[in-house]
């Protein structure tokens, strides 16, 4: 008998990916208009991403809220509470951490810019406008999601209930047949228009106290979260850090938490999370518990400021803190979102949206977006496993 071909794994192929990008678009003998292939096809793919993630987001919310027949509001509450609190302790450890360690390696530099580096533009477009925005998706998946669940408590609404179950399916179908076995490719295209434009090495070498001081805390966060989670759960630290490994290094790769659900989902499944909290609380933790971006902004906010001379102190940077952790909730997870989302908080701190300073912190940004949204993405699961393990709890009480 012939030996069985061996498949190889998605980490295994977005590692490559990772790789293959870096060290194409680096190589100067290849013509530009080659180049631009990947990077149309990246273009598109991430169109279609925006596209398909609100659709995403009522399929997972709608069928996970309906299936919580016990305790929804307990459950709603406990999730949005505990995203919260987690985003407004990302927010703190990075203020701390800034006033104590930045200023003895970030001094103000008089008239600092950074010129724009351009990269390769796709050779056509294909623009792709959403039905409907991320946010009006999860008002609508709550409300729906919630009357099914009062209607099946009552033997009613099972029509309406199979419906949205399949239309679940039929998403994952779309996520397991098309989305996630194009997501190397996909990745591949980024990361070689980042090698080809420079965007990597050059900021890098301008701001290395910042990045590092903000991939740290990534890390730290992170380890906490998940301790915090195996102190309440009693399950395996390093088991549930092993299980996460795929999501992050796909979140790593496609800088979008939503298009990381549903390899999220399958590491939620690995830490014995329940399937209908985890069908909950990792789609919609993609959306409203984003710590790695809260602790992204914070840190390049808090290092632009400083670069600048101006006001960093408590009585400026906290209330732009709390009203952060409130503006993420909506903001869309898709690569760069969040700071996108969060422009018109800037003026609190004293840095013009439209201005020079604004233009650094989108750049100091996006620089290391993939490793806030991966972490963005192992909070999500770290989160998964706290809440239902309260909802066990209450239910066995």
């Not at 008089?110 to 409907?132: K, Q, R, T, W």
């Not at 729906?144 to 239309?167: M, P, T």
Request: charged letters at 10%; aromatic letters at 10%.
């Amino acid at each position: 008998m012939a030996a069985e071909k061996k498949k190889m794994g998605l980490v295994a192929q977005l590692l490559i990916a990772i790789v293959l990008g870096a060290l194409i678009g680096a190589m100067d003998f290849i013509p530009e208009f080659m180049l631009r292939i990947p990077v149309t096809f990246s273009r598109m793919f991430g169109n279609f991403l925006s596209f398909v993630i609100p659709v995403m987001i009522i399929g997972f919310v709608v069928a996970g809220i309906s299936n919580l027949t016990q305790n929804i509001g307990r459950l709603i509450g406990n999730t949005v509470g505990l995203s919260y609190l987690s985003l407004l302790g990302a927010g703190l450890m990075t203020f701390g951490v800034g006033q104590v360690v930045f200023p003895h390696f970030i001094k103000p530099v008089d008239g600092f810019n950074i010129e724009e580096i351009p990269g390769l533009e796709p050779l056509v477009e294909l623009p792709m406008e959403p039905f409907f925005g991320v946010t009006e998706a999860i008002v609508f998946s709550f409300m729906i999601g919630i009357a099914i669940s009062v209607l099946s408590r009552r033997n009613e609404g099972q029509n309406i209930k199979a419906l949205f179950e399949e239309f679940e399916q039929m998403i994952f179908m779309v996520l397991n047949g098309f989305v996630i076995p194009l997501l190397p490719y996909y990745i591949f295209g980024n990361f070689l228009n980042l090698s080809y434009s420079g965007q990597i090495a050059q900021i890098m070498k301008s701001f290395s106290v910042v990045l590092a001081l903000t991939f740290v805390q990534h890390f730290i966060y992170t380890f906490i979260l998940f301790g915090t989670a195996s102190g309440v759960s009693g399950k395996s630290f390093g088991q549930m850090i092993k299980n996460q490994i795929p999501a992050y290094l796909t979140a790593f790769g496609t800088q979008s938490s939503a298009a990381t659900i549903p390899v999220n989902l399958e590491s939620a499944f690995k830490n014995k999370v329940s399937r209908p909290v985890a069908e909950f609380v990792v789609p919609l933790g993609a959306t409203i518990h984003l710590p790695g971006s809260m602790i992204s902004v914070s840190s390049t906010v808090l290092g632009v400021l400083l670069m600048n001379g101006m006001d960093n102190s408590a009585m400026t940077f906290l209330p732009f803190m709390v009203a952060l952790g409130l503006l993420l909730v909506a903001a869309p997870g898709v690569p760069g979102g969040a700071i996108m989302a969060s422009l018109p908080l800037l003026t609190m701190v004293g840095i013009d949206p439209d201005g020079r300073m604004a233009a650094l912190l989108i750049t100091l940004y996006v620089t290391q977006d993939s490793f806030g949204t991966a972490i963005n993405v192992s909070g999500d699961n770290a989160l998964a496993v706290i809440v239902d393990t309260l909802n066990k709890r209450r239910e066995n009480k």
